[in-house]
C-alpha cells in the first residue's frame, strides 16, 4: 500500500514550528486520506483543505479539531489548493460556520460555479420552503435543486434553470464523461441531497495570482501558481523556513493525475510547473495533501518527470501496433482496466497534445467529432 492510500490518522502531530496535521478519511480515487493542515498565529488558525462534503468528513473534521484544540470560532482562514473534492468539499461550510475567510488561487472554479450555460440569475430568491440552502454566485437554491441538477435534470420543480450535471457532459478529445445508470442515478439524487445539507459552495474571498503574498502562521508565505493537477491548483511557499504546502501537485509516492481539460499543453505546464519548484533554493519540508511529510523534492520531481517520459513513449510504441487511433482506444491500452474512465482519457488526451505541440503526433477528426491520433 502507498502511503497516500494509507487510512486516516486520528492523532494530531505537530509536523513543522506552528503547523498541525489533521487527517480525515476519504475513499475517492484510491486514496485513503486527506491531510488538513492547521497553521497557527496570534489570532487563530487558517485550516487548508479540509476534506470532503458530507456530515461524516465533518464530524471527523470536528473531532480531529477537538483533538488538536482548534476551537470553530478561532478558524479565521481556510485556504484550498485545488478544486477537486477532497480539496475544497468541506471548505464552504467550514466557512461559513466559523466566520472565516477563504482563499483559492486566482482560477479557483468549482463545477457549482456558473457558465454561460447557466444563467445565475434566475436562481435569485429561489425559495428553499424550509429546506437547506445552498448558496450559489448570484444566488441560492435548495439542496434538492442541486440533486436534480447533478442526475442531469436541466430544470428544478420551480421551472428555475440548474447548472449541467458534470455526468455525461462532452469532452474535448469528442467522447462524454461517465454517465450513470438510471438505478445508480436514483440513488446518489437521494444520498446527494442529504449530502448537499452538509455542503456549501466556498467563495474565495481572497484570490492569489502566483508569488502573492500571504501571512499565515506568523510568517510571510507566497502563493505557487502550479497548473497541471487541475487548472487552478496552488501550492504555497515560506521561503524562511523553506516550508513548502504541495497540495497534489507533488506527492510522495503516487504520481499526481494530469487533467487534459488545460488550455494549451497541459502536460508541459505541468512539467513547467514541477520545475519551477524545483529551482528554489532552500526547500527543507515538504507537506503534501496526501502522504507523508519529506524533504527532497528535486528528486521527487524527477522521478515524476521520468514516469511522463516513460508514458509518452509506451503511446509511442502502442500507437504503432495500432494506427490511428482514439484517445479512449488508447487510454484502454495505456491505463490498467480499473483505471478506465474519463480521468484515464483526460490524462492520454494530455499526453497525445503534447506530442502533437511538440510535433510528434497527428491528429484528426472522425465522425461524429471523435478525435483521433497517429504517433507515427
Ligand atoms: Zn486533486
Ligand atoms: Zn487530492
Request: contains cysteine; charged residues 25%.
Amino acid at each position: 500500500m502507498r502511503q497516500e492510500q494509507e487510512p486516516a490518522s486520528d492523532e494530531v502531530i505537530e509536523v513543522a514550528p506552528g503547523i498541525l496535521r489533521l487527517q480525515l478519511p476519504i475513499e475517492f480515487t484510491g486514496l485513503g486520506h486527506v491531510n488538513t493542515y492547521a497553521l497557527e498565529d496570534a489570532d487563530g488558525f487558517a485550516l487548508v483543505d479540509p476534506g470532503l462534503p458530507g456530515k461524516a468528513s465533518w464530524d471527523n473534521l470536528r473531532s480531529r479539531m477537538d483533538a488538536a484544540g482548534i476551537p470553530l470560532a478561532r478558524v479565521h482562514t481556510v485556504l484550498i489548493t485545488h478544486s477537486h473534492p477532497d480539496h475544497f468539499g468541506g471548505a464552504g461550510l467550514l466557512a461559513e460556520e466559523s466566520g472565516a475567510r477563504v482563499v483559492a488561487s486566482h482560477r479557483f472554479r468549482t463545477w457549482w460555479d456558473p457558465d454561460e450555460s447557466w444563467d445565475d440569475t434566475e436562481l435569485e430568491g429561489a425559495d428553499g420552503g424550509g429546506e437547506a440552502r445552498t448558496h450559489v454566485p448570484g444566488g441560492t437554491t435548495t439542496a434538492a435543486s442541486m440533486a436534480h441538477a447533478v442526475v442531469g435534470h436541466t430544470h428544478d420543480a420551480e421551472g428555475r434553470k440548474l447548472p449541467p450535471s458534470p455526468f455525461g457532459r462532452p469532452t474535448p478529445w469528442g467522447g462524454r464523461t461517465e454517465d450513470l445508470p438510471p438505478e445508480r442515478k436514483k440513488e446518489l439524487a437521494e444520498n446527494f441531497e442529504e449530502a448537499m445539507r452538509w455542503f456549501r459552495v466556498p467563495h474565495p474571498s481572497l484570490r492569489l495570482a502566483d508569488l502573492d503574498p500571504l501571512r499565515l502562521a506568523g510568517r510571510d508565505w507566497f502563493g505557487l501558481y502550479t497548473p497541471g493537477h487541475t487548472a487552478d491548483h496552488l501550492c504555497l511557499w515560506d521561503p524562511s523556513t523553506g516550508t513548502m504546502l504541495s497540495g497534489d501537485h507533488v506527492l510522495p509516492t503516487i504520481t499526481p493525475h494530469i487533467s487534459g481539460m488545460i488550455e494549451g499543453d497541459p502536460l508541459a505546464r505541468y512539467v513547467e510547473s514541477l520545475d519551477r519548484i524545483a529551482s528554489f533554493d532552500g526547500v527543507r519540508l515538504v507537506l503534501p495533501a496526501h502522504g507523508q511529510p519529506f524533504t527532497a523534492l528535486a528528486e521527487r520531481v524527477d522521478e515524476i518527470k521520468e514516469h511522463h517520459e516513460g508514458r509518452l513513449a509506451r503511446l509511442r510504441e502502442i500507437s504503432e501496433e495500432t494506427g490511428w487511433c482514439s484517445v479512449q482506444d488508447l487510454s484502454h491500452r495505456l491505463f490498467a482496466e480499473r483505471s478506465w474512465g474519463s480521468m484515464a482519457e483526460s490524462e492520454t488526451y494530455a499526453h497525445l497534445e503534447h506530442l502533437r505541440l511538440r510535433g510528434e503526433a497527428d491528429r484528426r477528426e472522425a465522425p461524429g467529432g471523435v478525435l483521433e491520433y497517429l504517433v507515427p
